[in-house]
């Protein structure tokens, strides 16, 4: 496979690019689909009941992966789960 352009910038492009498709497949190695949100307490609670819903815990293994509250009292979370209980 021949490479058209040989410069520094090109090889970090190509580099960057490799960096980040190996990243993101080591993120969704476990199988599980992440998302996080960034809400107030309330809005974040709702949030959350709204994938318990959704994706019951029994058959797509939700769940609030991790949280911390932000200074302006934000909370900031990450819920998991299974791609599909199929």
């Known amino acids: 496979m021949a490479v058209e ?3 520094p910038g090109d090889l970090a492009a190509r580099l960057a690019q490799k960096l980040s498709r190996l990243s993101s497949e080591r993120r969704t ?3 599980f689909k992440r998302e996080s949100f960034t809400l107030p307490r309330e809005k974040a609670r709702e949030k959350a009941r709204e994938w318990f819903s959704r994706f019951p815990k029994a058959a797509y293994m939700t769940e ?3 949280w911390r509250e932000l200074d302006d009292g934000n909370i900031e979370f990450t819920m998991r789960r299974l791609p599909s209980a199929d």
Request: hydrophobic share 20%; proline share 0%; no cysteine.
């Open 29 to 31: 190695a476990d199988g």
């Open 5 to 7: 352009n040989r410069n």
């Open 64 to 66: 609030i992966e991790s």
